[in-house]
């Protein structure tokens, strides 16, 4: 994987990652195919929204189908006939979201499936030689997810095993040829103390000369607020490297990517434009639309005025609000193209912003249209 930052705004930068599948125009937003399908698409879809990296799951695969039947049908690229680039997240946080069904040790994860029952354990060499067998661009750490707000005594667990666990995967990593691409995890709450001693211990392990090729912030929005999770932000991503790229993890809202990329972030992934279109909720620059609503029983005008997705294109509000009534398949694929869409054209209008230096003017006419406040900027 190589990594290069074309321009910068501010702290909001814009770069480029090669993967031996795709090249990635940062920031991105990568739609998430948790089982190796973005839910209700196929991969002409995704192509045709110009989607150059998906976000595959390694809990998920692992339990269905199974890791090794993948990796005899070819990898994930091979088995899902997509051919752009995959992240893999480690399973980390769905051990973390499994509650009593999960224990976290020193050595690894217990959990018990949630398909079946049935216990496994994950351990950080685990997780690597699973994502090595679905061969996936970019890999992901096993880390320790804690929800927030923790003790002080078990924020510093945290850090101090996903540090260790880190180190643990990249001789593993190494010892299985290092051929994809790592990143690490920085963990901490949102506590400066904690995010400040993770991020520097997982930047100073080297092996052979080797380190991570990028870094996640993980453990956000598992809780707190809007303001605490941007300042976390703000005060996280100048304590990692600059020539590498770096991944707010499971983050989220329109608002939250852009004030992400304004801070520094390269890379976001997260369910939300997936599972709010399924459930009837359409993301738009002036706000969002719940199509269940009577007033657009009778509407011929698109989703949203000017927006150039296949959807918009197509079919009026009326016609998606009977859909979603009838409980239509169909429904479920126009209405996720539309907020996909709408998704990677805002990080396309943001990569722009930075390389003309315009992202403040730009991010200031979004709230002005969302009707909202900018929000401030703490460190």
């Given amino acids: 994987m190589e990594f290069k930052i074309l321009a910068r705004n501010g702290e909001a930068r814009r770069g480029v990652i090669k993967t031996a599948h795709s090249t990635i125009e940062t920031p991105v937003f990568m739609p998430v195919g948790t089982a190796g399908a973005v839910k209700s698409l196929d991969r002409e879809d995704l192509l045709q929204l110009g989607a150059e990296i998906i976000l595959g799951n390694t809990y998920h695969l692992y339990l269905r189908p ?38 976290f040790t020193e050595d690894g994860i217990l959990f018990r499936s949630h398909i079946d029952g049935s216990p496994h354990f994950f351990t950080p060499e685990k997780v690597i030689d699973i994502q090595y067998n679905l061969n996936s661009d970019i890999m992901m750490v096993l880390d320790d997810l804690i929800p927030l707000p923790n003790t002080r005594e078990r924020i510093a667990l945290s850090v101090d095993r996903t540090t260790r666990w880190a180190e643990r995967s990249l001789r593993h990593h190494l010892n299985r040829g290092g051929k994809n691409a790592l990143f690490a995890i920085v963990q901490g709450g949102i506590d400066p103390e904690f995010r400040k001693r993770s991020a520097e211990g997982l930047t100073g392990i080297e092996i052979e000369g080797v380190t991570f090729d990028g870094f996640a ?20 991503t100048p304590l990692l490297p600059e020539e590498k790229p770096r991944y707010l993890m499971g983050v989220g809202r329109p608002e939250d990517l852009v004030e992400g990329v304004y ?4 890379m976001f992934d997260c369910i939300m434009p997936t599972r709010n279109a399924r459930n009837g909720y359409l993301f738009t620059s002036t706000g969002v639309v719940r199509i269940k609503n009577r007033k657009y029983r009778l509407m011929e005008e698109p989703i949203e005025k000017g927006c150039s997705c296949y959807t918009c294109q197509r ?15 169909t429904y479920y694929r126009l209405a ?34 969302l009707g909202k406040p900018v929000p401030p900027v703490e460190v």
Avoid: C
């Fill in 315 to 329: 079919y009026s509000l009326a016609y998606l609000h009977h859909l979603y009534r009838a409980k239509e398949l």
């Fill in 263 to 266: 801070r520094g972030v390269d």
């Fill in 66 to 103: 199974g890791d090794k039947i993948i990796a005899q049908l070819g990898g994930l690229h091979n088995f899902t006939a997509y051919p752009k680039s995959f992240l893999t997240d480690s399973g980390g946080f769905q051990a973390f979201s499994l509650g009593e069904n999960v224990k």
């Fill in 336 to 369: 996720t193209l539309h907020n996909l869409h709408h998704y990677l054209r805002l990080m396309e209008e943001m990569r722009s912003a930075i390389s003309t230096g315009k992202l403040e003017e730009w991010r200031r006419e979004f709230y002005r249209k």
């Fill in 217 to 236: 912030i993980g453990g956000l929005s598992v809780g707190e607020e809007s303001r605490e999770m941007y300042r976390t932000i703000s005060f996280t």
